[in-house]
């Protein structure tokens, strides 16, 4: 997923549906005014997963959309020998569930406790259609999901081992720079070192040596086994553009 720059959003009265959303200012819904959002808020529910429940599975029926607005997801597709392939993550402030099919053409796991609304795709549709704001915003998000892909087709096709993973942690610092809570430098990883892998092409062993590495130089820090901080963000780009490796 890309990142969607912030919003300047006027506070929203505190007996509104959406007061205190934390991802008000980057998930679809925070273009609609006031009313507006709150007729789009009851045209929906909240859902709540627990860590490794799945939120739909590839080839379930696409009926629905979903706005992330707590905790993490992975996407996964199932290849022919068997094996299962991280196609991404979602975070707080992403939307999922839009297909061009009838059916969903990856499966979605929660990585941690994670908390989303969602909204029949059907009535979701007709409401965007009335609120050509929103249908814009959705547009705008598919445009930067194409631009994401892209990007990760490079990552995977050109890039070292060095270069994917200081990639990775770039991209998802600069996701979750606009999060309650976030520590700017720092990055939290839900997933596993083997969904990291999985998602950068590479083993879990691999994937281990290079944070060793990056610890080693100095560009990083293990706060914790899921924390890392970034120490020096300028050479870690120079490394993700392929400047910076010996």
């Keep these: 997923m890309a990142t969607l720059p912030a919003r300047a959003l006027d506070a929203l009265p505190a007996h509104h549906p959406c007061a205190g959303c934390t991802v008000r200012d980057t998930a679809v819904c925070g273009v609609l005014e006031c009313d507006d959002l ?20 590839e080839g379930d029926p696409a009926t629905q959309v979903y706005n992330v607005t707590e905790g993490a997801l992975k996407l996964t597709k199932l290849l022919p020998d068997g094996r299962r392939q991280v196609l991404g993550f979602i975070l707080p402030g992403d939307f999922l569930g839009i297909s061009l099919g009838g059916e969903h053409a990856y499966s979605a796991e929660a990585l941690q406790r994670t908390r989303m609304c969602r909204f029949a795709r059907s009535r979701f549709a007709d409401f965007a259609e009335e609120h050509p704001i929103l249908e814009r915003e959705v547009y705008r998000v598919a445009a930067h999901e ?69 610890k080693t130089r100095k560009l990083i ?26």
Excluded: W
């Design 38 to 57: 709150a007729e789009f808020k009851s045209s929906g529910c909240t859902q709540r997963l627990e860590a490794g429940q799945p939120l739909f599975h």
């Design 146 to 214: 194409l631009a994401a892909a892209q990007a990760q087709m490079l990552l995977l096709g050109r890039k070292s081992a060095l270069e994917r993973v200081a990639s990775f942690l770039l991209d998802m610092e600069d996701r979750q720079r606009r999060s309650p809570g976030a520590v700017r430098n720092e990055v939290d990883l839900p997933m596993s070192r083997s969904e990291i892998a999985d998602y950068l092409g590479l083993t879990k062993e691999t994937v281990s040596r290079v944070l060793a590495e990056l």
């Design 221 to 246: 820090r293990l706060v914790t086994l899921n924390r890392v901080a970034l120490l020096d963000r300028e050479s870690l780009f120079e490394l993700a553009e392929g400047f910076g490796e010996a």
